[in-house]
């Protein structure tokens, strides 16, 4: 990922050129290739550059077509082929066909206006000083894959991909954001897509674009996106469904390869699996000269993990190499030391340093990681499938469905029957509650009401779509930015650019528009589709829940003291009574450890602001 920057002095004021150059040069780690800035008068970008595909060897940035409309991006974009098409067919020169990624930008910036948002599909970060009609134009991809910050406060008007980057500048306060804080210790993170663990500091929301003209100076912020509600898509043949997706995902994975090298963190499940074999798919059909390397990590003593296996049977199966990493012997909050390592947001990663070996491990080989993140959110079934089955009578599409799955891929899937009666019985016990945090600071809980906060986000669940409203709401939650940001260079500290294949809108809009059964339970239409290109004891295994939580697992050994990680900072005291937290607490309450070590991990990041 590469890092974007820029400044505009609202009053009028030149740009400072050193304090530019300061910031841009504190993102050299996301872009190590080539560091540049432009400046006009009282508005100026920075870039960092990584260059991560073909095209992008011959890209310069800060960037401009006609010397009077300028662009900064972090920018991957997907569906080249259309794009270019379309653009041709608006007027643009056949020259076009060779443009890079940040060139296509500010050729639809051109054709469209602002209304080129709604023809880029990719990963993306960008922003466009419109020089005549002295305006900004800026964007962040449909789920927030780059990072986008910014600070508004009248006089100037900053934004960068590192919110640690806009602190360098003297407009930029360090107060933090207790609202953010108060999320973080309740729900693991941040809720609010617009705000920031900084009070001045705002970031750009998925799927919105933002619009600062200099003669009003009145921010216009609004989406241009969301994820669509519509016909459910119903094939003649089932194997049309099939086909569609393997159509899909091959796109998604052929537009993230681009480039000689690819490494594919690989699991021992459905997910990455599929899409390691696309992309070994894609090298053949277009017999182009790249590599592909899968990394796992792995635990062989720890507690019981079967990743090594069921990995290293895709990989053979693939033909590809496989590189282990192995976790055992990390201890917890082992964090990362280079750069002075201080991520933008809270994260509640206790063996972080583990994770960022990994990605070093990937770096060494290659810029790019490709994932199966977000086939579990697609392929989410539909809840109460089966009781709305069974109460419409619908038990001749039940039979087929469970049949063609028996035949296509070993078994019949779980689809709740049992649960459903208990409903329509009212016999079903409720899930468990949640265990509300007894740690809390509370002057701090009280001013923030976060009981009241706590309840109903832990109760409220909204009828969002009429069929897949768990996958929707999933899609929908702040969780995927948040996960995006944990991979990160700000916090794993290599030029290392992750790629999710799942999470390109075409193969969302399709998989979210589906039957649910039999195509989503289990993973059927996942399972289908590897037929012959994974090993079966991959494609038939069982999605199953982690044996053991390797956090639990290191808490209950002889000699685990909590002081040894927990030195608290003054700071911790304004929102935690450390007085109630223990190592007791953690093992009576086994199933809620991940929530009691997040003022551990607070605790760390504040630490980590002072270095």
Request: proline share 5%.
């Amino acid at each position: 990922m590469s890092g974007i920057v820029g400044i505009i002095n609202l009053d009028g004021a030149p740009v400072d050129r050193d304090l530019l150059w300061r910031m841009t040069d504190f993102m050299s780690h996301r872009g190590p290739d080539d560091r540049k800035i432009w400046i006009e008068g009282n508005v100026g970008f920075g870039h960092a550059m990584l260059r991560t595909t073909w095209e992008a060897e011959t890209e310069r940035q800060p960037l401009t077509l006609d010397g009077r409309v300028w662009l900064t991006a972090d920018a991957r974009i997907d569906g080249r082929s259309d794009l270019v098409h379309d653009l041709e067919s608006k007027g643009c020169p056949k020259s076009v066909k060779a443009a890079n990624d940040a060139e296509l930008i500010l050729y639809a910036y051109h054709t469209w206006g602002e209304e080129c948002i709604k023809h880029l599909i990719g990963d993306f970060a960008f922003a466009i000083w419109d020089g005549p009609e002295r305006r900004l134009f800026s964007a962040r991809d449909h789920f927030g894959v780059r990072p986008l910050y910014y600070v508004n406060n009248g006089d100037r008007f900053v934004f960068a991909s590192s919110a640690n980057c806009l602190r360098i500048h003297d407009a930029v306060s360090d107060e933090l954001d207790d609202l953010t804080i108060a999320d973080f210790l309740l729900f693991d993170l941040n809720l609010e897509p617009s705000r920031s663990a900084f009070s001045d500091i705002r970031r750009l929301a998925p799927a919105h674009r933002l619009t600062l003209p200099l003669q009003t100076q009145s921010l216009t912020l609004n989406s241009y996106w969301a994820l669509p509600i519509k016909e459910e898509i119903r094939y003649k043949k089932r194997r049309h469904y099939v086909e569609h997706l393997n159509d899909l995902l091959l796109n998604a994975v052929e537009d993230r390869l681009r480039t000689n090298r690819v490494g594919m963190l690989l699991s021992g499940g459905m997910d990455s699996g599929s899409v390691a074999a696309a992309a070994r798919n894609v090298i053949k059909k277009k017999d182009q000269p790249c590599d592909l390397s899968a990394f796992t990590y792995v635990y062989d003593y720890l507690m019981p993990d079967h990743e090594r296996y069921y990995s290293g049977l895709v990989s053979r199966k693939l033909g590809i190499s496989i590189n282990y990493t192995v976790s055992d012997d990390y201890k917890m909050y082992q964090w990362p030391t280079r750069r002075g390592f201080c991520p933008s947001e809270i994260i509640n990663e206790p063996h972080r340093a583990l994770f960022n070996d990994f990605v070093d491990s990937v770096a060494q080989y290659s810029r790019i990681a490709l994932t199966g993140d977000g086939g579990d959110a697609l392929f989410y079934p539909t809840e109460n499938y089966a009781e709305k089955a069974i109460t419409s009578l619908r038990w001749g599409e039940l039979l087929q469905g469970m049949v063609y799955c028996l035949f296509s891929y070993g078994r019949i899937p779980r689809i709740g029957f049992r649960s459903a009666i208990k409903r329509l019985m009212g016999r079903s016990r409720s899930a468990a509650p949640r265990l509300y945090p007894k740690w809390l600071n509370e002057s701090f809980e009280t001013r923030f009401a976060l009981r009241d906060r706590w309840a109903e986000q832990n109760n409220s669940k909204r009828p969002l779509h009429p069929r897949r409203n768990d996958t929707y709401e999933s899609l929908n939650h702040p969780m995927w930015p948040h996960g995006f940001a944990d991979n990160d260079p700000d916090v794993t500290c290599s030029s290392v650019e992750f790629r999710y294949p799942f999470f390109d809108t075409r193969v969302v809009n399709f998989l979210l528009n589906i039957p649910s059964f039999p195509w989503c339970f289990e993973k059927g239409l996942l399972r289908i589709a590897t037929r012959r290109q994974l090993p079966e004891q991959v494609r038939k295994r069982r999605k199953t829940p982690i044996v053991q939580d390797p956090i639990l697992v290191r808490v209950e050994q002889p000699g685990w003291q909590l002081s040894d990680y927990f030195r608290p900072v003054d700071r911790l005291f304004d929102y935690v009574d450390t007085r109630n937290i223990s190592k007791a607490m953690w093992l009576r309450e086994r199933e809620e450890i991940w929530m009691h070590v997040r003022p551990l991990s607070l605790n760390y990041w504040l630490k980590s602001l002072s270095n």
